[in-house]
């Protein structure tokens, strides 16, 4: 009698284990410091790559579900602007509100920061972490702003680089919210989401700037920075991910989700 060998019962397809954990340490991870560039994206050969359709389809529901999104720092003007970045950094927008409500009721303008100076702008900011570093650099800022760029904030990113306290993120924020440019300011919360979607992965943020802005159809791009953080700050939380009513959970490649 022929003996009968029973084939083993076919196992569910899934992401191997390694480059899952890969993947997830991605999309958990903080964004470390700005490093050199990488060209080679992290996404691994598991995770399908995203279409243009699916790409455009994303950002048609953020579209169609906010329209005209708003950045959550309180400015006047662009120079109220550019202070507000300044102070958020490791800070969250509602701290930084509570404090510049008042500050910016009394200096709007390069001038009259310099005229409130060092000492009393402490005062109006010492709720907010690093303010003693934060205060002299929004002092050293105003004075910049107002002896190399006639009072105007400037428009140029190298020229916003070189202003005491403001970095990449910053000039980003700038063009984009008070110039209208399509730049892509990566926080925790764009960091976040461009690795787990896996639209855009990378292990810092310039990367994940960069990804991001190669595949975001330009149509987007002035309100992609804005859709992206609020998706992360209300949805796509950093410890559990609201995947049940995420938007785009169809979409979405972490192989974490919950949907
Ligand atoms: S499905 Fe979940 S993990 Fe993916 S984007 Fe939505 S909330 Fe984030």
């Known amino acids: ?105 009394v200096a709007d303008t390069p001038q009259k920061m310099l005229d409130l100076g060092e000492e009393r702008l402490r005062e109006y900011i010492k709720t907010i972490g690093l303010y003693r570093t934060k205060a002299k650099n929004v002092i050293a800022l105003s004075a910049k702003v107002l002896s190399e760029f006639g009072g105007e904030v400037p428009r ?22 008070a110039f209208g440019e399509h730049t892509m300011a990566v926080d925790t919360h764009v960091f976040r989401v461009g690795n787990r979607t896996g639209l855009a992965p990378g292990k810092t943020p310039l990367e994940v700037e960069l990804g991001l802005e190669k595949v975001i159809p330009a149509e987007f791009m002035l309100h992609a ?21 995420c938007l785009i959970n169809d979409l979405c490649r972490w192989p974490e989700k919950t949907v």
């Not at 994303?58 to 507000?84: C, D, M, Q, Y």
């Not at 140029?156 to 919210?177: C, D, F, Q, Y």
């Open 156 to 177: 140029t990113r190298a020229e916003i680089e070189s202003l005491p306290g403001a970095g990449r993120k910053t000039a980003n924020v700038v063009l984009n919210m």
């Open 1 to 105: 009698m022929a003996k009968i060998t029973r084939k083993p019962a076919p196992r569910k397809a899934a992401v191997p284990k390694k480059k899952a954990k890969a993947v997830l340490k991605a999309a958990t991870a903080k964004p470390k410091a700005p490093a050199k560039t990488s060209s080679k994206a992290t996404r691994p050969n598991s995770i399908k790559s995203w279409t243009p359709a699916e790409i455009h389809e994303v950002f048609s529901r953020f579209r169609k579900a906010n329209p005209e999104p708003k950045g959550e720092l309180e400015h006047i003007n662009p120079f109220t602007l550019l202070v507000a970045v300044v102070l958020s950094a490791q800070a969250t927008d509602a701290g930084v509100n509570k404090a510049t409500r008042a500050l910016f009721e």
């Open 225 to 245: 920075h804005h859709w992206l953080i609020l998706h992360g700050r209300y949805t796509c939380l950093a410890r559990k991910p609201r995947c049940e009513v």
